[in-house]
């Protein structure tokens, strides 16, 4: 048979969880292929890159769709657990786990961008989002889609680094967006210890008279608040710095967003889905999987005939 379309994915793979231990996407790529009966030629078809497997991607696609709802959560990289909604929707016997179904949950209404007016005419219409946009709108919707979960991505493999290579990363992130670009010697990773509050340094002219200051925290929980922008502050004042950039992979409160408002240097705050973006945007740590060129007709040529 060939490979179904990836929602028919979803329920052989929740039901994989329901024994509510760990599973790998391995596990979760190999129970779709015994519950479909899938022969060699089904599993190694390609997706039109041709860089990737059906079952793969379609595997991938699954898992993010039960992520988002909150049918399972990600344990590690590539290991995931049921939720307690995930069992609760097991009880109910469904006979399929696709989108119209997952629009139940809040969390899926705003991964699918669906606004309550939408909504409500899709319910009534039985259409889904696609259905109603033109196919450009379509197009975009689902560019944002594949790159929110890039981003996701990539914030979980930066998590699983240490302190120091994060800081390495923003270095490079800053370099690639052309800020001291002109030369290698442009930016300066600070020791580990004794930094005072600096972890890094970048020369936005050849001579280093004018140097932007950055503090990179790569915390998995809670947020920066107003006591870290105030060091933060501090160690720009002893420098008599008037530029600084403070990037975390979580989020700042309003309390921190506030202050650095009021303060006199010129600080920029970048929190982890910022950062993830600029990641994308600037291409480090991503690759291009593949491109499509979108044509149209080119009035000026027929008009010259």
Same mark, same amino acid.
């Given at each position: 048979?060939?490979?179904?379309?990836?929602?028919?994915?979803?329920?052989?793979?929740?039901?994989?969880?329901?024994?509510?231990?760990?599973?790998?996407?391995?596990?979760?790529?190999?129970?779709?292929?015994? %519950?479909?009966?899938?022969?060699?030629?089904?599993?190694?078809?390609?997706?039109?890159?041709?860089?990737?497997?059906?079952?793969?991607?379609?595997?991938?696609?699954?898992?993010? %769709?039960?992520?988002?709802?909150?049918?399972?959560?990600?344990?590690?990289?590539?290991? %995931?657990?049921?939720?307690?909604?995930?069992?609760?929707?097991?009880?109910?016997?469904?006979?399929?786990?696709?989108?119209?179904?997952?629009?139940?949950?809040?969390?899926?209404?705003?991964?699918?961008?669906?606004?309550?007016?939408?909504?409500?005419?899709?319910?009534?219409?039985?259409?889904?989002?696609?259905?109603?946009?033109?196919?450009?709108?379509?197009?975009?919707?689902?560019?944002?889609?594949?790159?929110?979960?890039?981003?996701?991505?990539?914030?979980?493999?930066?998590?699983?680094?240490?302190?120091?290579?994060?800081?390495?990363?923003?270095?490079?992130?800053?370099?690639?967006?052309?800020?001291?670009?002109?030369?290698?010697?442009?930016?300066?990773?600070?020791?580990?210890?004794?930094?005072?509050?600096?972890?890094?340094?970048?020369?936005?002219?050849?001579?280093?008279?004018?140097?932007?200051?950055?503090?990179?925290?790569?915390?998995?929980?809670?947020?920066?608040?107003?006591?870290?922008?105030?060091?933060?502050?501090?160690?720009?004042?002893?420098?008599?710095?008037?530029?600084?950039?403070?990037?975390?992979?979580?989020?700042?409160?309003?309390?921190?967003?506030?202050?650095?408002?009021?303060?006199?240097?010129?600080?920029?705050?970048?929190?982890?889905?910022?950062?993830?973006?600029?990641?994308?945007?600037?291409?480090?740590?991503?690759?291009?999987?593949?491109?499509?060129?979108?044509?149209?007709?080119?009035?000026?040529?027929?008009?010259?005939?």
């Amino acid at each position: 048979m060939s490979v179904p379309e990836f929602q028919s994915f979803m329920l052989p793979i929740l039901k994989l969880f329901e024994d509510k231990k760990i599973h790998t996407i391995k596990e979760c790529k190999e129970i779709v292929i015994k %519950y479909f009966s899938l022969n060699e030629e089904d599993i190694k078809n390609l997706v039109p890159s041709g860089k990737q497997t059906l079952v793969e991607n379609r595997v991938y696609w699954s898992l993010t %769709y039960l992520k988002k709802s909150v049918l399972i959560e990600s344990i590690n990289r590539g290991e %995931y657990r049921i939720t307690d909604r995930g069992l609760k929707l097991l009880n109910t016997k469904p006979e399929r786990i696709d989108k119209k179904l997952l629009s139940q949950y809040r969390e899926y209404r705003i991964f699918s961008n669906q606004d309550e007016k939408e909504e409500t005419f899709i319910k009534t219409n039985e259409l889904q989002v696609s259905e109603v946009i033109t196919p450009e709108e379509n197009i975009d919707q689902i560019y944002k889609k594949i790159n929110d979960q890039l981003a996701e991505d990539l914030l979980e493999i930066i998590l699983e680094k240490d302190g120091y290579y994060f800081e390495r990363l923003v270095m490079d992130v800053l370099i690639k967006m052309g800020y001291g670009n002109f030369r290698n010697e442009a930016k300066e990773i600070t020791k580990k210890s004794n930094d005072g509050g600096i972890d890094g340094i970048i020369n936005q002219d050849k001579l280093g008279l004018d140097k932007i200051y950055i503090q990179a925290k790569r915390w998995k929980d809670g947020v920066v608040g107003r006591p870290e922008l105030q060091k933060f502050v501090g160690a720009l004042s002893e420098r008599q710095a008037i530029k600084g950039i403070f990037i975390t992979t979580s989020d700042f409160t309003k309390e921190a967003k506030e202050y650095v408002e009021k303060v006199s240097q010129n600080i920029i705050l970048i929190n982890g889905n910022m950062l993830s973006k600029l990641m994308i945007e600037y291409n480090v740590g991503v690759q291009i999987n593949y491109t499509y060129e979108i044509k149209k007709i080119d009035n000026d040529y027929f008009e010259m005939i």
